[in-house]
């Protein structure tokens, strides 16, 4: 065996790593402590490093390891999404930092790469936590650098890092309290774990992963299934609309095996995913209201996403042709939001927000989707509200990729992307619209209602599955059984001696009167208080309260 790692070994390696954490990503995802219902560790690393798979699959076997890592560091800070994702993606952008116009990679440049790749993650975090993905990472690149000064073979220096990795690995629940008292590891040292030593295996001569059968999948799933699946049939379309959409079971919807059978009839390109609580499908037809109209029999929809693919495709013509072409400026400022649910959309438009990235919780949405919103945005200075704190990250990173001024305004909820906006003055500068907005989006208190999607013993609760949680400002308030009764002693929590008015937005999942029963108990309540109630439509959080 060669003493380098050519272009086209590392090419095959990340490849392969992406297919077995797509195929592992449920049990990294399990790892999670907070039994919130999110996008999750190891789904956000995944679709990570497969949208760089995706990429690296078209490059030659003739390709340097510098190209091969450009290629992979681009793939993944596009695609990144969710904090572990970007952190991930940082740490393969050391790699491509390290190996410009380089053909191989020796023991001296394999080290090189993980110490660019770390100071770079370190660099991202405001403050880093130890006992985390920056924890493993760390210190296998010093176990690294302290064997490179004996060995100078790339191959067994990274082997010896997936060793240290998994010795850090199993440390972190000594350095987090929370995980040890969960008896897990760090989810994204995990997440890296799997992807490192993927690595390794194919760098010593393995075969690389075409497919691994996802655990609780019904049917096959590759890292292309739901984000490549229209780009091998864009020769010939024959059906317009790529429909995609989550459905949650109703009780005693044993399999999806019917849905599955009755897309097939109305369209190709049909991949179906399950696992206990939702299905997930894709399909291209001619008349997506059939498939929507079907998957009601299964359960209730969640985000479905419909796309015109002909226009896709001429579009996708024109920008390989033109390259793609960012909105020219047309006004002094602009604003990017992400949110989720018509309701909550419909409020950030109707204040001045000019796109809408749709995603949150269980949905995060990448850098890439957040850069082509400011870039789509016609102003000379865009605001970005992430409204989640595992946005932020990603929308930092679309920042330094955009062509305009660009600030990431650090909101963690929904009310809090409102009240930054409303504090919004036309008239004053941009430094002064940052602090102000700033100011007023840390004054807003956030109760969010929501449901645990495991059981779990977290902070002195013994959680069970299904039970309501009740958050404030993002940290577990209490658990409820009766979803009204939560909602409304949360309500009364957030309430202080000074509070003015209190925002209610419901959910997709709670109906009106409900919604209204606790509207009228909180005004009978606090009767010098203004209580707004407003439809969200949002998923996975049954209630979003604000009080100022």
């Not at 479905?304 to 226009?311: A, V």
């Not at 299904?466 to 409820?480: P, R």
């Not at 939560?486 to 003015?500: E, F, I, N």
């Amino acid at each position: 065996m060669s003493n380098v790692i050519n272009g086209k070994l590392f090419r095959d390696a990340v490849v392969s790593a992406a297919n077995v954490l797509q195929s592992k990503k449920k049990s990294v995802d399990e790892l999670n402590v907070f039994p919130v219902p999110d996008g999750d560790t190891g789904t956000n690393m995944s679709m990570t490093i497969g949208n760089a798979a995706m990429a690296l699959k078209n490059l030659p076997d003739d390709v340097t390891a510098g190209e091969a890592a450009k290629e992979t560091a681009s793939g993944m800070l596009r695609g990144a999404r969710g904090n572990s994702g970007v952190i991930l993606s940082l740490i393969f952008r050391g790699f491509s930092k390290a190996l410009a116009g380089k053909r191989e990679i020796d023991a001296e440049a394999l080290v090189d790469c993980l110490e660019q790749g770390v100071k770079g993650a370190y660099k991202s975090v405001m403050k880093p936590t130890e006992g985390t993905i920056l924890t493993v990472a760390r210190e296998a690149s010093e176990k690294a650098r302290e064997l490179s000064r004996t060995i100078n073979d790339p191959f067994e220096i990274w082997t010896a890092v997936c060793d240290q990795a998994k010795v850090s690995l199993d440390n972190t629940p000594n350095l987090l309290p929370q995980l040890k008292k969960a008896g897990v590891v760090d989810a994204g040292g995990m997440g890296l774990y799997v992807v490192w030593c993927e690595m390794d295996r194919v760098f010593r001569g393995g075969e690389p992963a075409e497919f691994v059968k996802s655990e609780g999948a019904s049917a096959p799933v590759t890292i292309d299934s739901f984000s490549d699946v229209v780009g091998k049939y864009d020769a010939e379309i024959h059906f317009t609309y790529c429909t995609e959409m989550i459905i949650t079971k109703h009780e005693g919807c044993d399999s999806s095996d019917a849905l599955r059978a009755y897309l097939e009839t109305i369209g190709d390109c049909v991949v179906v995913v399950e696992d206990d609580d939702i299905i997930k499908f894709h399909v291209h037809t001619n008349d997506p209201g059939l498939a929507m109209q079907k998957a009601l029999e299964f359960g209730y929809i969640n985000l479905p996403k419909i796309e015109n693919m002909k226009l896709q495709h001429q579009n996708r013509k024109k920008d390989a042709e033109q390259g793609y072409t960012p909105a020219k400026p047309e006004k002094k400022y602009g604003f990017v939001a992400v949110a989720a649910g018509s309701g909550i959309e419909a409020m950030f438009k109707d204040i001045g927000v000019d796109c809408i990235v749709r995603g949150g919780q269980t949905m995060n949405p990448s850098t890439d989707d957040i850069l082509k919103a400011i870039q789509s945005c016609p102003a000379e200075t865009v605001f970005v509200l992430p409204n989640n704190k595992n946005i932020i990250m990603a929308a930092e990173q679309a920042m330094k990729l955009a062509d305009r001024k660009v600030c990431v305004l650090q909101t963690r909820s929904i009310p809090q992307g409102m009240s930054a906006m409303l504090a919004f003055d036309p008239d004053a500068d941009f430094a002064e619209n940052c602090t102000v907005m700033t100011e007023a989006f840390e004054r807003v208190s956030t109760g969010q209602v929501t449901f645990a999607a495991r059981d779990s013993d977290f902070e002195g609760h013994a959680i069970k599955r299904g039970e309501i949680l009740c958050m404030e400002n993002g940290k577990l308030a209490f658990t409820e059984r009766d979803l009204s009764k939560g909602a409304y002693k949360l309500a009364k929590r957030l309430v202080r001696g000074d509070t003015s008015f209190v925002t209610i937005i419901y959910g997709a999942d709670v109906t009106d009167d409900a919604a209204e029963a606790l509207h009228d108990r909180l005004s009978a309540k606090f009767s010098g208080i203004d209580i707004n109630l407003i439809r969200g439509g949002q998923p996975v959080y049954y209630y979003i309260i604000s009080a100022e």
